[in-house]
């Protein structure tokens, strides 16, 4: 399989507790994003990579998540202290970037977090 | 704020029918791409159209640009039940750095 995979799928924490995501994107791919999703919304945007570098990280997010791409391949989401709002799907997605024009991107299925 | 709005945000029609959904979006945008996503599950990219195209076709989708009304929608032709799914506009603008901002989507329920 050569497209987007997320680990694990599923994941309960009780609240408080630390968690993290790991993301494969594409292996071609430059670019690397994370996205949240809330029944009923559409994808909101976290952060994204261009190879290592993180380029961008919304203003939304708190400081108690970060995300790491070591040496341009995987990428790992990490929550820390999670809390019930921390609830959604969190998404990862890579495309190609080239010049000015951006490829479509490809989305993994997700890994759904449930803070109890 | 989500740079791409969708209209409707919901939709039911009958299987055969057309489905129509509309997207608006605010600044200059280096392209528009449109994902379906079935209920609990990862975005499927549809369609990308750039800024200098007005139309595009795949299969039963087309989508139509219109820069000047920063404007898109996306035609589903002879609706299948197997295309209920939320159906989501994104854009890659030039002021977002070639990040995809997407809007809120339209929730679309072809029935049988």
């Known amino acids: 399989d050569t497209g987007v995979s997320q680990d694990p799928r599923h994941k309960i924490t009780k609240r408080g507790q630390n968690v993290t995501f790991r993301c494969d994107p594409i292996s071609e791919h430059n670019r690397l994003y994370w996205y949240r999703q809330t029944l009923g919304q559409g994808p909101e945007f976290l952060t994204y990579?261009?190879?290592?570098?993180?380029?961008?990280k919304s203003r939304l997010l708190s400081d108690r998540f970060s995300a790491e791409r070591p040496k341009g391949s995987f990428s790992t989401l990490e929550i820390q202290r999670t809390e019930q709002g921390d609830s959604a799907m969190y998404l990862c997605?890579?495309?190609?970037?080239?010049?000015?024009?951006?490829?479509?991107?490809?989305f993994g299925q997700g890994t759904r977090l449930t803070v109890v | 704020s989500q740079q791409g709005e969708e209209d409707p945000q919901a939709l039911s029609i009958q299987e055969g029918e057309n489905a129509t959904m509309n997207c608006s979006y605010k600044t200059s945008i280096n392209n528009l791409q449109w994902y379906r996503q079935n209920s609990g599950r990862g975005l499927v990219h549809l369609i990308l159209?750039?800024?200098?195209?007005r139309e595009k076709h795949s299969g039963r989708l087309r989508v139509t640009l219109d820069t000047s009304k920063k404007s898109s929608s996306l035609l589903i032709t002879a609706s299948r039940a197997a295309d209920t799914a939320s159906y989501f506009c994104?854009?890659?603008?030039?002021?977002?750095?070639?990040?995809?901002?997407f809007g809120q989507g339209t929730e679309l329920s072809v029935k049988p």
């Open positions: 990579f261009q190879n290592e570098a993180q380029l961008e």
């Open positions: 994104a854009t890659d603008a030039y002021n977002q750095g070639g990040k995809l901002i």
């Open positions: 997605a890579s495309s190609l970037k080239g010049g000015r024009m951006n490829t479509e991107a490809f």
């Open positions: 159209i750039r800024s200098n195209e």
